[in-house]
């Protein structure tokens, strides 16, 4: 599984479906409209295939001209779904070192733990993708989100007890099996697990909210400086796991410490606070989309921070408030295709 920042062919999205469980019903407009400008943002460094009903292609393609997406790189694809999160439900793609081949791993998907039901279009995903590029398909033989797993390239993949070793997902499998399923599906060689995940998040503790590779040696990890929140010792308890880990050539990681948003509330809605963070962001070529969350003074550290960390890509910050309602922002909706 090559690294996010390796070169790519395209990055895929999932369309919001009409479905009234999603952002409460009543925000289809607004919901659209922020695909749209996504899809147009990375149009501009990419093309972006989409996954959507057939019948809404027409409409799709409006709202993305709409938001100026550059068209001959938006890209849609008759594949019905579930729900919007293309980093879960989506391909896990590899490539062959030698060969330089492309192809899909197609891991079994039950909407985290089986909280959201139904998911039986989203776990055909991977294999609608696969047959339509005319890619080669291997099934990774358990439950995997892609959301929970980062890769830094170099043979090691970064995840979660809270996720991977828990009972909603492959109840049968032990650590061992896990972690052998992982090293001969992706290619990698050790496993380094964090403990749990931020508060809110439906996924039980994905990592793309806790700890980035930025190269194969740094990392950009969420850590929490208000003392009362209940974020606070869990991403203290990461941190200094981290820090033990050793990268890969054997010393320890380069360890940046990146603060969560202050605490985004929604009055009434189901998560009383929502799983906001800035290391949710997507690496494209040439770019990098970062989340901000209307907190002027944090977004511009975050933003900031990230143009340090990349700074030979362009960094566009994108609101995602509404997305984060649900669940998940820029990497979450996403799933990129090495070239």
Request: hydrophobic share 45%; charged share 20%; proline share 7%.
């Amino acid at each position: 599984m090559p690294p996010e920042w390796s070169p790519q062919a395209a990055v895929w999205l999932s369309w919001p479906v009409d479905d009234p469980r999603h952002w409460g019903g009543a925000k289809r407009a607004l919901i659209w409209a922020k695909f749209a400008e996504i899809a147009a943002a990375i149009s501009r460094f990419e093309p972006v295939r989409i996954n959507a009903p057939g019948a809404l292609h027409p409409a799709i393609a409006a709202a993305c001209r709409r938001a100026l997406a550059v068209p001959e790189q938006v890209e849609l694809f008759d594949h019905p779904h579930n729900d919007v999160w293309c980093r879960d439900h989506g391909p896990i793609f590899v490539k062959h070192r030698d060969t330089g081949e492309v192809a899909v791993t197609d891991w079994q998907f039950n909407a985290w733990g089986g909280k959201f039901p139904p998911w039986e279009l989203d776990d055909a995903i991977p294999g609608r993708i696969a047959a339509a590029l005319g890619m080669r398909c291997f099934k990774g033989g358990m439950i995997l989100e892609g959301g929970a797993i980062e890769v830094n390239g170099a043979g090691q993949l970064l995840t979660t007890e809270a996720v991977l070793l828990n009972s909603n997902r492959n109840p049968d499998l032990t650590r061992t099996a896990i972690e052998q399923r992982l090293c001969a599906g992706l290619g990698v060689a050790e496993i380094l697990w964090l403990e749990q995940g931020i508060a809110g998040d439906d996924t039980d503790g994905h990592i793309d909210d806790l700890a980035r590779f930025v190269d194969a040696q740094t990392l950009v990890a969420s850590i929490e400086r208000d003392r009362h929140s209940p974020n606070q010792q869990v991403l203290a308890a990461n941190l200094a796991r981290l820090k033990a880990f050793a990268g890969p050539q054997g010393r320890a990681f380069d360890v940046l410490e990146m603060a969560l948003p202050e605490a985004c509330e929604v009055p009434g809605w189901r998560l009383p606070v929502l799983p906001a963070s800035y290391v949710n962001f997507l690496i494209v070529n040439g770019g990098v989309l970062v989340p901000t969350f209307r907190q002027e003074t944090n977004d511009d550290r975050a933003l900031g921070m990230i143009r340090e960390l990349f700074s030979g890509r362009e960094v566009v910050g994108i609101d995602c408030l509404d997305l984060v309602e649900e669940g998940g922002a820029l990497h979450c909706i996403s799933q990129q295709q090495p070239a």
